[in-house]
C-alpha cells in the first residue's frame, strides 16, 4: 500500500475525512502534534518554537537564530524516520506536504471549500460571529499559504499542482470525500516502485544532512540523489569557497553521503547577506528606546557585532513583542512616553525574570539606578554609551543566561 499525504484548509471537515480513511485503510495516522514532538526532542527547540514554523509570522530575531529552518529540517527528519518504520501513514496537516514529490508512492491530497462554506462550519462548530470566524480562517489561510512559499516558492496553498487530488468540500459529503481518496490509493500511479523508494531514501538521506547543517548554524537548501548530496546557498557570501567547504565538510560527516556538491541559488545575487547562527552569541536582543535613530543604529552597530536584535519604540509594544519573541536580553530606556521603563523592567522580571535587563538612559538618577538593580536589573548604564562596554555587558547577559539553562538541565 502507498501513503496518504493530506493537507487541508480550516473548517473543511478534515478530521472527519481522515478518521474514515483510517478506518477503511488500516492506516496508521501522523499528525503535526507527533512530529512537533519528534522534531524537539532531535532539534532541542521547545514544541512551541517548532510548532511555530507552521506560522505565517515568524520571530522577529529568526534571521539570527534560524529557529524556523531548524525547526523545518528537524520536522523532515522526524517524518523520514517516521516513514521507514513499519506499516503505511496517513500524514495529516501542514507536514504532509514535507515529503518531496520525487517520492511518488504517497497520495497528495487536498481538502478546501468555498470562503461561505467554512465560515458557517466556523459560525456552528466553534460558536464565532460572521466576522471572528472570517477573521480566523483569513488568518489559518495566511499561514498555510506561508508554510506552501516557504516550501515551495508558490503563494497559493491550494495550487494544484502540488496535489495528486483536491476535493472540495462544500460540494461532497465526508463519505464520499473519503471513499474517493481511498479509490484513489490503489491506482498503479501512487503505488510503491524502485525509484519511488529509492527516493525515499533520497528524502532521508538529504534530511539527515539538512539537520547536521542546522546544527552548526547554517541554512542551505539541500537534496540527495543515490548518495550524492547536493547544497544551495540563497543568500550572498563574501568568502563562498570558506562557506562552500565548511558546508561540504559537515554533509561528508552523515553516514550515507558519497560526494557533495555546492552552487549558488537565484537568492545569491540579491542582497540579503548569509549569516551562520553562531550559538554563543547573543542572538535575541531586543532594544527599548523611544528615540529612533539612535535605537536603529545601535541595532546595526550590534550585528556589526554579530549580536541579533530586534527594535521597540515605547513600553507597550516591548511587552507584546516578550509575549511573542522570548527575548533573552533587552537593553532598556527609562523615559518613555506611555509605560515607562522602570514599569517596563517591573512586569519582565514579574513574568519573565529570566529576561535579563540592561538599562540604558540618559535621564536616570542614582535613585533610578537603585531601584533598578532591585527589581532585578542586570546592569544599569548611561548614555552615551561606549559600544565596546554594551557589547561586553550584553555577553556576560547572554553568558549568564546560557549557565543558567545548563544548570537546569
Not at 524516520?81 to 501513514?89: A, N
Not at 504517497?106 to 462550519?121: G, H, K, Q
Not at 527516493?199 to 543515490?226: P, Q, R, Y
Request: contains cysteine; aromatic residues 6%; negative net charge.
Amino acid at each position: 500500500m502507498s501513503h496518504i499525504a493530506l493537507f487541508n484548509g480550516t473548517f473543511c471537515k478534515a478530521d472527519e475525512v481522515a478518521e474514515k480513511v483510517l478506518e477503511a485503510t488500516g492506516l496508521h495516522l501522523i499528525t503535526d502534534r507527533d512530529l512537533v514532538a519528534d522534531a524537539s526532542g532531535i532539534s532541542g527547540l521547545s514544541q512551541d518554537k517548532v510548532e511555530r514554523a507552521f506560522a505565517a509570522k515568524p520571530s522577529v530575531f529568526n534571521p539570527f537564530t534560524h529557529e524556523k529552518e531548524r525547526s523545518i529540517a528537524s520536522l523532515r527528519l522526524a517524518l523520514a524516520q517516521r516513514l521507514v518504520g513499519k506499516g503505511d501513514f496517513l500524514i495529516h496537516g501542514f507536514s504532509s506536504l514535507l515529503i518531496p514529490h520525487e517520492v511518488t508512492h504517497v497520495l497528495r491530497t487536498c481538502l478546501i471549500a468555498a470562503l461561505p462554506f467554512r465560515r458557517t462550519l466556523a459560525e456552528k462548530g466553534q460558536g464565532l460571529s460572521e466576522k471572528d470566524a472570517a477573521k480566523r480562517i483569513q488568518k489559518d489561510d495566511a499561514d498555510r499559504a506561508n508554510w506552501v512559499e516557504t516550501l515551495f516558492e508558490k503563494k497559493d496553498p491550494w495550487d494544484t499542482s502540488l496535489y495528486d487530488l483536491v476535493i472540495p468540500m462544500d460540494k461532497r459529503q465526508v463519505e464520499g470525500a473519503a471513499a474517493l481518496i481511498v479509490e484513489s490509493l490503489d491506482t498503479m500511479a501512487v503505488k510503491p516502485t524502485a525509484e519511488s523508494l529509492k527516493a525515499m531514501d533520497d528524502f532521508i538521506l538529504a534530511a539527515k544532512v539538512s539537520l547536521a547543517l542546522a546544527k552548526e548554524g547554517h541554512n542551505v537548501a539541500t537534496k540527495a540523489k543515490n548518495g550524492k548530496v547536493i547544497l544551495t546557498i540563497n543568500k550572498h557570501v563574501l568568502m563562498l569557497h570558506r562557506l562552500e567547504e565548511e558546508l561540504a565538510d559537515i554533509a561528508k560527516s552523515v553516514e550515507g553521503v558519497r560526494s557533495v556538491e555546492t552552487q549558488v541559488g537565484t537568492g545569491f545575487y540579491k542582497t540579503d547577506i548569509y549569516r551562520k547562527y553562531d550559538f554563543e552569541m547573543p542572538s535575541k536582543v531586543l532594544l527599548v528606546d523611544d528615540e529612533r535613530q539612535f535605537v536603529e543604529t545601535l541595532s546595526e552597530r550590534l550585528t556589526m557585532r554579530d549580536m541579533g536584535s530586534a527594535v521597540a519604540y515605547d513600553g507597550e509594544s516591548a511587552l507584546e513583542l516578550i509575549d511573542q519573541d522570548e527575548p533573552e536580553v533587552m537593553i532598556l530606556d527609562l523615559k518613555m512616553p506611555g509605560i515607562d521603563g522602570i514599569e517596563v523592567l517591573r512586569r519582565v522580571k514579574a513574568t519573565r525574570p529570566d529576561i535579563e535587563v540592561i538599562i540604558l538612559t540618559g535621564h536616570g538618577s542614582e535613585a533610578d539606578r537603585e531601584i533598578c538593580m532591585k527589581l532585578g536589573a542586570f546592569a544599569y548604564l548611561t548614555k552615551p554609551v561606549d559600544i565596546d562596554l554594551l557589547s561586553k555587558t550584553i555577553k556576560e547577559a547572554n553568558e549568564k543566561i546560557r549557565r543558567t539553562k545548563n544548570q537546569r538541565e
